[in-house]
């Protein structure tokens, strides 16, 4: 095998130097130089060269990097310098054996010896890099020597700068810290994961793992996710010198740093830190489970070294867990906003971490059922997030006699209606449309565009209206009168006329948009429409038997189910009268006009069109079988361009998607 010269080790780097600074001018500040056929000839050149001398590819160079769009899977990536786990210790004494090692091994003076602590929190080790002062590359700790790239999904996490605030900044920069979701938001996205019928994150950790850990970068960026930084790993330019000194750095270059840290002078000082910290533990906002105790000076640690990937200079004191035991008096099952069923548990009060705790969730049947819980049984419950208590698990030696295992009711505890499980689905839900449980989302759903598209009628108004009796179901919204109107807060003439009339103007809806308000789970749009030309009318649609729907293109089986489930529900069948009594029209769709010429085709649209509103633009693909989606993926047929185009349209070209202007959307759509 032949080896470089110094000529070509050189233009290897100028190469990457070259391509990282396109890259920068591309991703970060939008701005590029050259063309992307220059851009190829650099990067093939590199590529030629790494192919003919391997022992020159590094791990930062940018043919390592992986495309922007969702991945089929995460690329691995060796960390520059590993990434070490910490030494845990539990108790006082454990600790103060640490601190003994530490004396010994570096016989100074134990008034030299200052440790850095910090909170350690509860999330996913990350590490960011950093050429010439922008974010490059975001890895997950993995095992600590290789991690995966997730550098497209870190750069959606808003506290993660994409360029380093200060002048100079470091030439490259690792710097390293953990992404954590508050424990409020982690509520939230539970409480939403359980009306969707996802499955649910045990903890905020897991919800910011599983977060950080998607394919599709747009999820992540979904998610509510921050990232305290704690350290750097590698860095080209002189090094601060102390623990304290590199997070005063990393809050200069514009990290998030924790307030709760502390440089202490003394073992005991780092004992009463570790009891303040525990005090405000429940009041933060984010999950933490000890405290990280680390060398202050740099020096010392690099005397200290490392024992077997852990280092002898720093230690993770840990909190002791929230966790209790308590007994299950019974076991309900609670009704959620969009129908699931959740059983709680009912327990024998108890305090957890200086909360009291009642009721603990259970998430789903199949918990229930592998966890085993029965009624009288001794558990253990934790806080989870510190918001929704959770049944970890049974005593088993504590159970007395033997009570029956829990089965869910086969009806809505709320409204009696026949509750579903469908397949692959951990939820159970209630089908009813009108169950008063859920009446407030599928009001919301039912107004929205692209469903009856009421203006006006936003949820905390339609919330008002249920609060208040106004209405019951979606469809009392044909039935309200001025009067009715007037009963609500800040409501006016004006107002009032105005609602009204959005309310009549939705009564000749399409009946793609029809079937959609109806809210069938797992029924979109897109397969509203898809419906909509099959069966062309919905008493067609609601005669079909799960067999005849999944014989149409794109519905599986899981869709034909809720569709027959929902049709077989005597309680929506009543609603659908009910919307006919409104005034509400039920369009019949010609089956022969119809023009399927663009099934299975994608289109985006971006720039201003001059015959179409986006709206108009959209029915008219969506009429012809096309779908529209928001971003534009190697997944898209077409990006349909009007004036002023945004950088989707760059992005088109980049991934070499046919691109039409207005005439040849016309022309396409038969104008
Ligand atoms: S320092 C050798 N500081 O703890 C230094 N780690 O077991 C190791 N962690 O995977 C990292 N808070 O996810 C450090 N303030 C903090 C931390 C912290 C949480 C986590 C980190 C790492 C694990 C080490």
């Known amino acids: 095998m032949s080896k470089p010269t110094p000529r070509e080790i050189e233009r290897v780097r100028h190469l990457r130097e070259e391509i990282r600074r396109h890259n920068h001018l591309y991703y970060v500040l939008d701005n590029p130089e050259i063309s992307d056929a220059e851009y190829d000839r650099l990067f093939d050149e590199l590529k030629a060269f790494e192919e003919k001398y391997p022992e020159l590819v590094t791990p930062d160079s940018p043919t390592q990097r992986v495309g922007a769009e969702p991945l089929e899977k995460f690329r691995t990536l060796r960390h520059t310098v590993p990434m070490l786990s910490l030494n845990k210790c539990t108790t006082e004494a454990e600790f103060r054996d640490f601190h003994r090692r530490v004396k010994d091994l570096l016989k100074v003076p134990e008034t030299d010896i200052h440790y850095t602590v910090e909170p350690k929190f509860d999330g996913l080790a990350v590490e960011v890099r950093y050429e010439k002062g922008a974010y490059s590359l975001g890895a997950t700790r993995g095992d600590g020597t290789v991690g995966e790239d997730v550098t497209h999904n870190l750069k959606t996490v808003k506290s993660i700068p994409l360029k380093l605030m200060g002048n100079p900044v470091p030439d490259t920069i690792e710097v390293r810290g953990e992404i954590i979701m508050s424990k409020e938001d982690f509520a939230a996205l539970n409480r939403d994961r359980v009306e969707r019928g996802e499955p649910l994150f045990a903890n905020p950790r897991n919800a910011a793992a599983g977060s950080v850990r998607q394919l599709d970068p747009r999820i992540t960026a979904s998610r509510p996710l921050g990232m305290f930084a704690y350290g750097i790993g590698r860095m080209d330019s002189p090094q601060p010198a102390t623990q304290w000194e590199t997070l005063e750095a990393l809050k200069k270059l514009g990290f998030r740093v ?113 966890k085993d819980v029965r009624v009288g049984d001794t558990v253990v419950i934790q806080r989870a997030g510190d918001v929704i208590p959770e049944v970890v698990k049974v005593i088993h030696s504590k159970r007395r006699g033997d009570p029956p295992p829990f089965t869910m009711p086969e009806t809505c505890p709320v409204c009696g209606s026949k509750v579903e499980r469908l397949p692959g689905e951990a939820i159970h839900r209630c089908t009813g449309i009108a169950c008063p449980a859920q009446v407030k989302e599928h009001l919301a759903h039912f107004v929205s565009k692209g469903a009856m598209d009421m203006e006006g009628l ?213 104008g």
Not at 494 to 509: F, G
Not at 619 to 642: F, N, Q
């Open 458 to 670: 936003g949820y905390k108004f339609l919330e008002q209206m249920v609060d208040r009796g106004i209405i019951r179901d979606p469809a009392d919204l044909y039935f309200l009168t001025r009067e009715d109107l007037m009963k609500m807060d800040r409501m006016g003439d004006k107002l009032a006329e105005n609602l009204l009339a959005a309310v009549e103007n939705s009564r000749n809806p399409t009946l793609t948009s029809l079937i959609y308000a109806l809210g069938i789970r797992n029924v979109g749009r897109h397969l509203a429409g898809v419906l909509a030309h099959h069966f062309h009318s919905i008493e067609n649609l609601a005669r079909q038997s799960k067999e005849d729907l999944e014989q149409v293109h794109e519905i599986g089986p899981t869709i034909a189910l809720s569709v027959t489930n929902f049709f077989n529900n005597p309680k929506n069948i009543t609603f659908i009268e009910k919307l006919k009594r409104g005034g509400v029209a039920f369009p019949v769709e010609e089956a022969e006009s119809r023009d399927a010429s663009l099934a299975g085709k994608t289109f985006v649209l971006t720039g201003v069109l001059q015959g179409y509103t986006r709206e108009e633009a959209r029915r008219l693909i969506e009429k012809l079988g096309g779908r529209v989606t928001g971003s534009v993926s190697r997944k898209t047929d077409y990006v349909v361009a009007g004036r002023d185009p945004g950088s989707k349209l760059d992005q088109a070209q980049r991934l070499g998607i046919t691109i039409l202007d207005e005439a040849a959307f016309r022309d396409m759509t038969g």
């Open 258 to 370: 924790s307030p709760h840290i502390r440089l202490c002078r003394s073992a005991e000082e780092v004992h009463a830190f570790y009891h303040e910290i525990l005090e405000i533990r429940d009041s933060l906002p984010y999950e933490i489970d000890g405290i990280v105790i680390k060398v202050d000076a740099f020096d010392f640690q690099r005397s200290l070294g490392e024992l077997s990937r852990s280092p002898r200079w720093a230690v993770a004191w840990k909190f002791p867990p929230q966790q209790e035991h308590t007994v299950v008096k019974d076991i309900l099952v609670s009704v959620g906003r969009t129908g699931a069923l959740t059983p709680v548990a009912l327990l024998e009060p108890v305090r957890v971490g200086g909360v009291e705790v009642s009721r603990a969730t259970l998430h789903n049947e199949d918990e229930v059922h592998k």
